[in-house]
């Protein structure tokens, strides 16, 4: 048995019988619980954005809003299923071991759809860069069934548990191949923005402190649980790296929709007294003189957070 998986280190280790740690079980209720308050709060302000009538003809947001509802649904089984492993029995440990595996790699995978969406668009449709974006999605979707072919729950009659048996090879291959997305959407962005767009623009400033942060705690978080896939001190520490990966990918996943609602909010509380449109007439933003704009700089809020943009522009003039 390995150790890719914190199920499969506990149930590896005959000494802990097949049980937490006082310890590991704090941490892990404590990230876990973080983590389902997360992805809820991210769930309740798309389908809010989604059923918004200013957003509902914008195409581009639908797909990202569906992707985002995916990610956090499957979130949220991939939690329940580990925190109520203990519950599982003999007759549906494999069944329910299963789609716990599978909403983990959906959870995954829309993660790194949404980064590579963005990165798509923020390259102007570049057919190139499709291209390199449809490798590595077949390439994470092939790491993604290969695992729920080898990886396998399995009832141990001795600690009355069901064990998670991960396959050592799919396990660090589909770790891999999301370090692979993250990296290349993080270079495409900051190569474009060195290259394409100035600095001096606030959109553009915004975009690129989001990407860099997004990918280092990303990037950073993957690294930890190869590590600890590979040589863990102990238990808590590989329960650690796993649990806070969920937590993190929860984060960045719904990173732009729940800033952008905050400052959408803070905005129209700034501004509401102020602000009148009596002629009827459809507002437009504002373009500064000689500077080409992003093609995309936040599909959040190119869909549906212009009034706020039209404001702060407003009040800079």
């Known amino acids: 048995m390995n150790t890719l998986h914190p199920i499969s280190n506990v149930t590896a280790r005959a000494d802990m019988g097949g049980q937490m740690t006082r310890q590991t079980f704090i941490h892990s209720s404590i990230v876990y619980g973080l983590s389902l308050e997360v992805a809820v709060h991210g769930l309740i302000t798309v389908l809010l954005r989604l059923s918004a009538s200013n957003i509902r003809d914008a195409k581009k947001f639908k797909l990202l809003g569906i992707i985002l509802v995916i990610g956090n649904v499957s979130a949220i089984g991939y939690i329940l299923s ?10 549906n440990c494999v069944v329910l071991s299963f789609l716990g595996n599978l909403f983990s790699h959906v959870f995954y995978m829309s993660f790194d759809v949404m980064i590579l969406y963005k990165c798509y668009h ?3 449709r570049n057919k190139y860069a499709l291209y390199c974006i449809f490798l590595i999605l077949i390439n994470r979707t092939g790491w993604m069934v290969a695992d729920l072919r080898q990886t396998y729950g399995l009832w141990i009659p001795d600690f009355s548990f069901c064990g998670y048996i991960q396959d050592p090879i799919t396990g660090p291959g589909s770790n891999f191949s999301d370090i692979i997305s993250d990296c290349f959407a993080t270079l495409t962005a900051l190569v474009l923005t060195l290259l394409r767009y100035s600095l001096s623009s606030k959109y553009i400033q915004v975009m690129v402190i ?20 590979v040589n863990p001190p102990n238990a808590f520490w590989h ?3 796993w649990n806070l990966r969920v937590y993190v990918l929860l984060r960045m996943l ?4 729940l ?3 905050a400052s959408d909010k803070r905005a129209s509380e700034d501004s509401s007294p102020k602000v ?3 002629s009827g007439q459809r507002l437009s933003v ?7 704009q992003p093609f995309i700089v936040s599909e959040i809020s190119a869909s549906f957070n212009n009034r706020t943009l039209i404001r702060k522009e407003s009040r800079q003039q």
């Open 82 to 91: 580990v925190v109520y492993r203990g519950n599982f029995t003999e007759s």
């Open 122 to 124: 923020l390259t102007n």
């Open 210 to 229: 989001r990407t860099i942060m997004r990918s280092i705690f990303v990037v950073a978080v993957n690294i930890l649980v190869v590590i600890m896939n």
């Open 239 to 241: 329960y650690f790296a």
């Open 254 to 257: 719904n990173l732009d929709i």
């Open 259 to 261: 800033l952008d609602f």
């Open 276 to 278: 009148s449109n009596d």
């Open 286 to 292: 504002p373009k500064t003189h000689g500077e080409k």
